[in-house]
Structures are given as structure tokens and as C-alpha cells.
């Protein structure tokens, strides 16, 4: 702290009356002192910063905060108002105002020790004394923590009042207060210590909250948060323990510890990577200055839904890097969960543009792909135009597919850093006709590229500038040369034999191939297999003009994908009384589902009895991928069920081939559970919800 703050820094008589007036002339000493290079810029940085939330704090606290290009060094300045300067705190104007100005590439050190300040602003004899030093020289010691708050008071004769007109105490209460910088003890410690105690005594442990706190910036509400819940779960004998996601990175708590959480509090204004981790439990989620100004109702609220056994919803597993970090994972996981990245990002630009392109042949008949560009002829009333228009803006979507898919399999290797060289190697594939197989080096070269980079150590001074020039420069050019000259040419040469393969399957071949497509595609519901199966149709059909046999082998795939829900919701119409009353409900719901192509229907089925569904659901798979493929059933569509049979090639006996799978399906679960003995009405619920939770929370996230 000693480099970013001194006495210069200080105004113990800040006469401004707004927090921009205050923030321009807490800056103006930065600038004097060469810290800042562009006054206007860097406030218009602050202004911008300020406009996402208000920085005021609740006990007479402003921390106005921004990144800036215009900061050449992480700097702090210190401020005072008699009168007090409004930053939107909800119980008044501030009288202590701290202006943290951070470079743009500000390295995890500095960021460290502003956060160190953060959480000292929680701490009330911190924030007495700097209200009672009469000297710029002692505040900025006090600051830095080169003196504590309780030399900083003895310093200050007893009874001054502080700018805030309040009688200095913390002479008198700092033999009984605790110096978190130093981990002296306080009496709050002790009574918790007490009644943790007490509770271990009589048997029962303290309850326990697992916490996450961020924000835009990263620096100080972050952190803020953290300790002001931390301080107010100590108080009321909770163990409180806090994930903070702030600039300076993260350390994800041990499942341990979430797994024996009672209760989770979000506190964040940013979303909580990896938050899948805490479903299942009680859970209150708030804004970061929540954390901050109310801690004690945030624990109680938590508390409260415990008791009334109000607990999340799984939520969708956020990308691999944010549910990476468990040391125990073996290579091929996490190989998995890389390569599921890719695919979960590369879905959505797939089903739009596959749809527009899809709408387009629909709309202006299948020559729209030889139509000349919307912008130079487009005539608002033929039906022939929008074709052409719909047509080339899903082209230009499917454009996205593979850069997409390489950039954020290297993002799930290496995070940000590895977006760059993912994208430049995707957009290379494309270039050289390496196609997905491409994609899919490019994504994993990226990635160990620049985790590579990352392992290297160098100089503190060009930390800064690694994340934004260096490493995407040195790892873009490797990527570039690997993927031209090195291995381009061979995966060009293996995704066209793939291609020409594909081409080239007929009659027996093709409908073997719809088999496994239909089996893959009832195996795991959604999870990897299924997203593989579908990747693999997708993959043909992401050209504007994709063959026959890609065609076919959407279409077989899409009807797989739609068998199992429709089967779990046809058999617990037929034969109600083999099922819950949990399931019968499910099983209303899956119509919609399955018609839909949403194969995630019959989870609650599969979930709740396995050995019988799955293998079922797979038969009748694979019954409807092979007799669509027989059938020569095309779809240029990569989504949308039974809202997309117009678009479909022979559709009629499509729809038989569906129709087959489900009747299979259906007949062969009403065999297996009509063997079983027949458990009471209404039991069995609780697990299957349970297990349905579970499935549900493992998954990836994927429409198919």
C-alpha cells in the first residue's frame, strides 16, 4: 500500500459539495503527481463506473472506483467532508471518501491490498480513527497499515469529535475492539467463539452459510461485502464462509465445505461463476451493496428458508472453465467438459441460423441459395425476397459456427485469454476447408497455448499488458502458423473423406447409422452422447447447401431426440397406475416437451427408474432413427420438432417413423414396470424428485 498512497494523496478538508466535484479533486493530486495522465478521461472513467451503481456506502463511506487507461500505476486518494458529499448511500451523505483509481491491466497484487482496504472500511475502528487523525501524513500511515487504529486514536485527545460531529471513542474501545489487519481478538469474536462453544457443548454444531460476493469492478464492494458478512455472521454465531469473484481472481470454496453448508447467500452484481454448485439449498440472492449494508437480514432470511425447507432450483451449469478446478478430475473429464463448451456456446448460432436458412428454402423455394444479395435487389412484396433475405442472414450465422466452437473450447481450457487464438484458429479452419474436425484442433491447440504462456514468469512491470497484448498476440501467431502450415492440411484432407463417406452411405449402411444416432440420442437424454449425436448432424447441415445424406441424418437424429418424452407421456396415459402421481404430472408436461424436441422430458423418468426406461427409451431410438433414414426423410432445420415438419422432406412417413419409436418405447416400459410389483400410490416421489434434481444438475445444457 505504501506505493499508492501518501500524504499528497490526502484532503482532510475536501470542500466539495458533490462526489464529481470530490472525485476532480482527489484527482488532481493523482495527476500532479504523474498517477494519472488524462484528468477528463479518467473522471469520465469514474462518471462511467459511478452510472452502474452507486458507490456510497452505509456509515458515511464514498468509494468511487474505476479501471482506467489513463491510471499509470494502481493509486488511492483520501478524502474528508465536514459537510458530507451524497454518493447515493441510503442513511446520508459521506464524510470519508476514497478515490481508487486502478490501470486497465492492474495486476493481482495491487488488487490484493485494495481489497485488504475494502474489507478495513467494514471495520468501524478503522473508520473512527481516520474520522480523528488531524494529520494527512498520520492518515495515510493509518491507510497503508503502518499504524494501527488504536495508535492512530491514542494520538487523539479523548472526546474529539470527528468530522461527522461524533465523539471519538476508539481510545477507549480499542482494548476491547478487534484489528483485523493484525487478528486481534474482539469481544464480538469472543462471543461467537462462546456460542459456537455452547453449541458444540450441547451437541449441536452453529449453522453454516457458504457466501459469494462480486461486483463490475471487482475492487472494493467485492470485498466489502465479504467482510461485512463475515462480521455479521460472527456476531450472531454463524459460521459464514465467503467465495470472493473479484478482479483479482477466485478461489473456489472446497465442495466440502458448500456441501455442509445449511444455507447460501449471493451478494453480486455480476453472475456467480460456477453457481450450479449451490443448488439445492436455501438460498437468498441480492445485489452486492445488500451484502454490504444489510448482512444480519441476510442471515436471517437464509436462517428462515432453512427452517421452512425452502431450497434452489438446479441452474444451468455455466461453462466448463466455470465449473472446472477439482484437482481430482482425470484428463479425459475435463477433456469432455472443454470440448462441451464449445458445443454449448456453438448451439445457439447453429439452431438460428439452421432455422432462417431453413424458413428461407420454405419462403422463396429451393433456389433462394442462388438468389443475388438483399442488398443489392430486395422488393418488399415478393415472398422471394424475404426467402433470400432469411436465407442469407442464417448463412451468416452459420459463418459464426466454428470460430465460435474453437474460440470457447480454448476459453474452457485457459478462460479469457484463450478466445483470441480460439477464434483466429476457427476462422483459419474455415479458410483452408478444415471444417469442424478444424474447429476442434484449433479450439485444444488455443487453449494449451496459452495456458503454456500462462506458466511462464516474468517481470512484475509487464503483467499489466500480458492479458491485452501479449499473450493474445504470441498465441494467436502460434496458432496461425500451426493451423496453416502444420496441420491444416491434413485435417482438411480427413473432414473431406469424412464428408465424402457420409456421402456415400445407401441403403443398409445409412440405416445402421440411424440406429446408433437414435441409440446415442436416448442413452443420456441431453448429456454428452446425446450432444455428440447432435453435434454430428448439425456439423453436416452448417453450409448453405448441405448433401442429401446430412440432410437425412438431421431428420433422424431430430426424431430419436423426440421419442422418449412422447413414450413416458403416451404410457402413463395408457397405463396410468404404473406410475406416481408425480410422474402422471410429468408425463402432461412431456406432450409439450417432446413434440418440441426436447429430449430433457424424460429425465424425471429415467431418473426415477433407470434400468427400465433408458434401455426402452433407447430401442424405440433407434427403431425411429433407422426407419427415417429408410425412409429417406431430409432437415435442414437443426431444431424444432414438429414445428418444422413443413420444412421436412417426406414427412408423412417421418412422422410414421416417430410414431413407431414411441409405440415401441411405450410398449416395452408398460412390460418391464408391469413385471415389477406395483409400489403404492404416491410413493417413491421424494426420491425421484431427488434423483431428478440430481440428473438434472449434472447435465449440459442443450435443447436436443
Same mark, same amino acid.
Given at each position: 500500500?505504501?506505493?499508492?498512497?501518501?500524504?499528497?494523496?490526502?484532503?482532510?478538508?475536501?470542500?466539495?459539495?458533490?462526489?464529481?466535484?470530490?472525485?476532480?479533486?482527489?484527482?488532481?493530486?493523482?495527476?500532479?503527481?504523474?498517477?494519472?495522465?488524462?484528468?477528463?478521461?479518467?473522471?469520465?472513467?469514474?462518471?462511467?463506473?459511478?452510472?452502474?451503481?452507486?458507490?456510497?456506502?452505509?456509515?458515511?463511506?464514498?468509494?468511487?472506483?474505476?479501471?482506467?487507461?489513463?491510471?499509470?500505476?494502481?493509486?488511492?486518494?483520501?478524502?474528508?467532508?465536514?459537510?458530507?458529499?451524497?454518493?447515493?448511500?441510503?442513511?446520508?451523505?459521506?464524510?470519508?471518501?476514497?478515490?481508487?483509481?486502478?490501470?486497465?491491466?492492474?495486476?493481482?497484487?495491487?488488487?490484493?491490498?485494495?481489497?485488504?482496504?475494502?474489507?478495513?472500511?467494514?471495520?468501524?475502528?478503522?473508520?473512527?480513527?481516520?474520522?480523528?487523525?488531524?494529520?494527512?501524513?498520520?492518515?495515510?500511515?493509518?491507510?497503508?497499515?503502518?499504524?494501527?487504529?488504536?495508535?492512530?486514536?491514542?494520538?487523539?485527545?479523548? $472526546?474529539?469529535?470527528?468530522?461527522?460531529?461524533?465523539?471519538?471513542?476508539?481510545?477507549?474501545?480499542?482494548?476491547?475492539?478487534?484489528?483485523?489487519?493484525?487478528?486481534?481478538?474482539?469481544?464480538?469474536?469472543?462471543?461467537?467463539?462462546?456460542?459456537?462453544?455452547?453449541?458444540?457443548?450441547?451437541?449441536?454444531?452453529?449453522?453454516?452459510?457458504?457466501?459469494?460476493?462480486?461486483?463490475?469492478?471487482?475492487?472494493?464492494?467485492?470485498?466489502?461485502?465479504?467482510?461485512?458478512?463475515?462480521?455479521?455472521?460472527?456476531?450472531? #454465531?454463524?459460521?459464514?464462509? =465467503?467465495?470472493?469473484?473479484?478482479?483479482?481472481?477466485?478461489?473456489?470454496?472446497?465442495?466440502?465445505?458448500?456441501?455442509?453448508?445449511?444455507?447460501?447467500?449471493?451478494?453480486?452484481?455480476?453472475?456467480?461463476?460456477?453457481?450450479?454448485?449451490?443448488?439445492?439449498?436455501?438460498?437468498?440472492?441480492?445485489?452486492?451493496?445488500?451484502?454490504?449494508?444489510?448482512?444480519?437480514?441476510?442471515?436471517?432470511?437464509?436462517?428462515?428458508?432453512?427452517?421452512?425447507?425452502?431450497?434452489?432450483?438446479?441452474?444451468?451449469?455455466?461453462?466448463?472453465?466455470?465449473?472446472?478446478?477439482?484437482?481430482?478430475?482425470?484428463?479425459?473429464?475435463?477433456?469432455?467438459?472443454?470440448?462441451?463448451?464449445? =458445443?454449448?456456446?456453438?448451439?445457439?448460432?447453429?439452431?438460428?441460423?439452421?432455422?432462417?436458412?431453413?424458413?428461407?428454402?420454405?419462403?422463396?423455394?429451393?433456389?433462394?441459395?442462388?438468389?443475388?444479395?438483399?442488398?443489392?435487389?430486395?422488393?418488399?412484396?415478393?415472398?422471394?425476397?424475404? $426467402?433470400? +433475405?432469411?436465407?442469407?442472414?442464417?448463412?451468416?450465422?452459420?459463418?459464426? +459456427?466454428?470460430?465460435?466452437?474453437? $474460440?470457447?473450447?480454448?476459453?474452457?481450457?485457459?478462460?479469457?485469454?484463450?478466445?483470441?487464438?480460439?477464434?483466429?484458429?476457427?476462422?483459419?479452419?474455415?479458410?483452408?476447408?478444415?471444417?469442424?474436425?478444424? #474447429?476442434?484442433?484449433?479450439?485444444?491447440?488455443?487453449?494449451?497455448?496459452?495456458?503454456?504462456?500462462?506458466?511462464?514468469?516474468?517481470?512484475?512491470?509487464?503483467?499489466?499488458?500480458?492479458?491485452?497484448?501479449?499473450?493474445?498476440?504470441?498465441?494467436?501467431?502460434?496458432?496461425?502458423?500451426?493451423?496453416?502450415? =502444420?496441420?491444416?492440411?491434413?485435417?482438411?484432407?480427413?473432414?473431406?473423406?469424412?464428408?465424402?463417406?457420409?456421402?456415400?452411405?445407401?441403403?443398409?449402411?445409412?440405416?445402421?447409422?440411424?440406429?446408433?444416432?437414435? +441409440?446415442?440420442?436416448?442413452?443420456?437424454?441431453?448429456?454428452?452422447?446425446?450432444?455428440?449425436?447432435?453435434?454430428?448432424?448439425?456439423?453436416?447441415?452448417?453450409?448453405?447447401?448441405?448433401?442429401?445424406?446430412?440432410?437425412?441424418?438431421?431428420?433422424?437424429?431430430?426424431?430419436?431426440?423426440?421419442?422418449?418424452?412422447?413414450?413416458?407421456?403416451?404410457?402413463?396415459?395408457?397405463?396410468?397406475?404404473?406410475?406416481?402421481?408425480?410422474?402422471?404430472?410429468?408425463?402432461?408436461?412431456?406432450?409439450?416437451?417432446?413434440?418440441?424436441?426436447?429430449?430433457? $422430458?424424460?429425465?424425471?423418468?429415467?431418473?426415477?427408474?433407470?434400468?427400465?426406461? %433408458?434401455?426402452?427409451?433407447?430401442?424405440?431410438?433407434?427403431?425411429?432413427?433407422?426407419?427415417?433414414?429408410?425412409?429417406?426423410?431430409? +432437415?435442414?432445420?437443426?431444431?424444432?420438432? %414438429?414445428?418444422?415438419?413443413?420444412?421436412?422432406?417426406?414427412?408423412?412417413?417421418?412422422?410414421?417413423?416417430?410414431?413407431?419409436?414411441?409405440?415401441?418405447?411405450?410398449?416395452?416400459?408398460?412390460?418391464?414396470?408391469?413385471?415389477?410389483?406395483?409400489?403404492?400410490?404416491?410413493?417413491?416421489?421424494?426420491?425421484?424428485?431427488?434423483?431428478?434434481?440430481?440428473? =438434472?444438475?449434472?447435465?449440459?445444457?442443450?435443447?436436443?
Amino acid at each position: 500500500m505504501s506505493e499508492m498512497i501518501t500524504a499528497d494523496l490526502v484532503d482532510l478538508d475536501l470542500s466539495a459539495e458533490t462526489k464529481e466535484a470530490a472525485a476532480r479533486a482527489l484527482a488532481e493530486h493523482m495527476v500532479t503527481l504523474g498517477r494519472v495522465t488524462d484528468l477528463e478521461g479518467f473522471l469520465a472513467d469514474v462518471a462511467a463506473r459511478e452510472a452502474q451503481m452507486p458507490t456510497g456506502l452505509d456509515g458515511g463511506i464514498g468509494i468511487p472506483h474505476c479501471r482506467s487507461e489513463h491510471v499509470t500505476e494502481p493509486t488511492l486518494g483520501f478524502g474528508r467532508s465536514a459537510a458530507g458529499i451524497d454518493f447515493g448511500a441510503p442513511d446520508g451523505p459521506a464524510d470519508l471518501i476514497f478515490l481508487i483509481a486502478a490501470p486497465a491491466g492492474a495486476d493481482d497484487a495491487h488488487l490484493t491490498i485494495l481489497s485488504s482496504l475494502a474489507r478495513q472500511l467494514m471495520n468501524a475502528e478503522f473508520t473512527s480513527a481516520l474520522r480523528a487523525v488531524d494529520d494527512a501524513a498520520a492518515a495515510a500511515a493509518l491507510i497503508r497499515g503502518d499504524e494501527s487504529p488504536a495508535a492512530a486514536a491514542s494520538t487523539v485527545p479523548e $472526546g474529539t469529535e470527528s468530522a461527522d460531529g461524533s465523539k471519538n471513542s476508539v481510545a477507549v474501545s480499542a482494548a476491547a475492539s478487534a484489528d483485523t489487519a493484525t487478528g486481534t481478538t474482539s469481544d464480538t469474536t469472543d462471543t461467537t467463539s462462546d456460542t459456537t462453544a455452547d453449541a458444540g457443548a450441547s451437541g449441536e454444531r452453529p449453522f453454516r452459510i457458504v457466501a459469494v460476493t462480486s461486483c463490475p469492478t471487482g475492487i472494493a464492494h467485492t470485498y466489502m461485502a465479504a467482510e461485512s458478512l463475515e462480521n455479521a455472521g460472527r456476531e450472531a #454465531g454463524v459460521e459464514v464462509v =465467503v467465495e470472493t469473484q473479484g478482479s483479482a481472481g477466485f478461489t473456489r470454496l472446497d465442495p466440502a465445505v458448500i456441501a455442509a453448508a445449511d444455507g447460501v447467500i449471493f451478494a453480486h452484481d455480476v453472475p456467480v461463476r460456477d453457481k450450479d454448485r449451490f443448488a439445492g439449498k436455501p438460498t437468498v440472492d441480492v445485489g452486492v451493496k445488500a451484502g454490504i449494508n444489510k448482512p444480519a437480514e441476510l442471515i436471517t432470511e437464509v436462517r428462515g428458508k432453512a427452517a421452512r425447507g425452502e431450497v434452489s432450483a438446479g441452474s444451468a451449469p455455466g461453462t466448463p472453465v466455470e465449473r472446472s478446478g477439482d484437482s481430482a478430475e482425470g484428463y479425459g473429464t475435463k477433456l469432455r467438459k472443454w470440448l462441451m463448451s464449445g =458445443v454449448s456456446y456453438m448451439v445457439p448460432f447453429v439452431a438460428a441460423g439452421g432455422l432462417l436458412i431453413a424458413l428461407g428454402f420454405a419462403i422463396g423455394g429451393y433456389t433462394v441459395n442462388k438468389a443475388p444479395s438483399v442488398m443489392d435487389h430486395f422488393v418488399w412484396t415478393q415472398a422471394d425476397s424475404w $426467402g433470400a +433475405l432469411l436465407f442469407q442472414i442464417g448463412v451468416v450465422s452459420f459463418g459464426f +459456427l466454428v470460430p465460435v466452437l474453437a $474460440g470457447y473450447i480454448a476459453y474452457g481450457m485457459a478462460d479469457r485469454p484463450g478466445l483470441v487464438p480460439g477464434f483466429v484458429g476457427g476462422a483459419i479452419s474455415l479458410t483452408i476447408n478444415a471444417g469442424f474436425l478444424g #474447429g476442434l484442433a484449433a479450439g485444444l491447440i488455443a487453449g494449451g497455448v496459452v495456458i503454456g504462456i500462462q506458466k511462464v514468469k516474468i517481470p512484475a512491470a509487464l503483467r499489466g499488458v500480458m492479458p491485452v497484448v501479449v499473450i493474445p498476440l504470441i498465441s494467436a501467431a502460434i496458432v496461425g502458423f500451426l493451423m496453416f502450415v =502444420v496441420i491444416g492440411k491434413p485435417i482438411a484432407s480427413a473432414q473431406k473423406g469424412m464428408t465424402d463417406w457420409l456421402n456415400g452411405l445407401t441403403g443398409t449402411n445409412a440405416v445402421l447409422l440411424g440406429a446408433l444416432l437414435g +441409440l446415442m440420442m436416448c442413452f443420456d437424454l441431453g448429456g454428452p452422447v446425446n450432444k455428440v449425436a447432435y453435434t454430428f448432424a448439425t456439423a453436416g447441415i452448417a453450409v448453405a447447401s448441405p448433401s442429401d445424406s446430412a440432410m437425412k441424418i438431421m431428420a433422424a437424429v431430430m426424431a430419436a431426440g423426440m421419442v422418449p418424452p412422447l413414450a413416458m407421456a403416451l404410457a402413463t396415459t395408457v397405463r396410468g397406475r404404473l406410475f406416481t402421481q408425480t410422474e402422471r404430472e410429468n408425463g402432461k408436461a412431456a406432450w409439450v416437451l417432446g413434440a418440441s424436441f426436447i429430449s430433457e $422430458g424424460a429425465i424425471p423418468f429415467a431418473a426415477a427408474d433407470p434400468l427400465r426406461v %433408458i434401455p426402452s427409451a433407447m430401442v424405440g431410438g433407434a427403431v425411429t432413427g433407422s426407419l427415417s433414414m429408410a425412409f429417406g426423410a431430409t +432437415l435442414r432445420a437443426p431444431h424444432g420438432g %414438429i414445428f418444422v415438419v413443413p420444412l421436412i422432406g417426406n414427412p408423412f412417413l417421418y412422422l410414421i417413423a416417430i410414431a413407431a419409436g414411441v409405440c415401441v418405447t411405450t410398449a416395452l416400459v408398460v412390460v418391464l414396470k408391469g413385471m415389477r410389483k406395483q409400489a403404492p400410490e404416491g410413493t417413491g416421489a421424494g426420491v425421484a424428485d431427488t434423483a431428478i434434481a440430481a440428473k =438434472v444438475d449434472s447435465k449440459e445444457p442443450v435443447a436436443a
